[in-house]
């Protein structure tokens, strides 16, 4: 089987999406094919959610927000939502999660750490599923 292709939606792309594509970037190296966009993507990364990931030692700092294209979804096997509501395509034989997260915009950094430390717990349960890691 070639390797699984995860797409992370969330509305502006610079929170909960970003942070997500990094863990699993992490977690699963080269295994997973890791890509994030938003269906009204903000013009740059949270910066209280690039502090949190720093803290664990991953870098987010050089992702830009993507909108989410209709080709990305298409070709993924796995998307997982986090509050992108109707402007999520929907794709039969596609695997799909919806994931309520708090979303991070705005929130002091001990409640981004919550946010990270939950994405973490759920991308470890998803790549046990996807048998890649």
Not at 2 to 30: E, I, T, Y
Not at 31 to 41: K, L
Not at 88 to 116: H, M, S
Request: proline residues 6%; hydrophobic residues 40%.
């Amino acid at each position: 089987m070639s390797k699984p292709v995860v797409l992370f939606v969330c509305v502006h792309n610079a929170g909960r999406s970003q942070m997500a594509a990094g863990w699993l970037r992490h977690l699963a190296g080269d295994s997973v094919d890791v890509r994030s966009a938003g269906s009204a993507p903000k013009d740059q990364i949270n910066p209280v959610a690039v502090e949190a990931m720093r803290e664990v030692g991953i870098d987010i700092t050089g992702n830009v927000p993507q909108l989410l294209e209709y080709d990305t979804a298409r070709s993924s096997d796995v998307i997982v939502t986090m509050g992108c509501g109707d402007a999520c395509p929907v794709f039969p034989g596609k695997r799909y999660e919806d994931w309520e997260l708090t979303d991070p915009a705005g929130q002091p950094i001990e409640v981004v750490r919550e946010v990270r430390d939950e994405i973490r717990t759920r991308i470890e349960k998803l790549l046990a599923e996807l048998q890649v890691a």
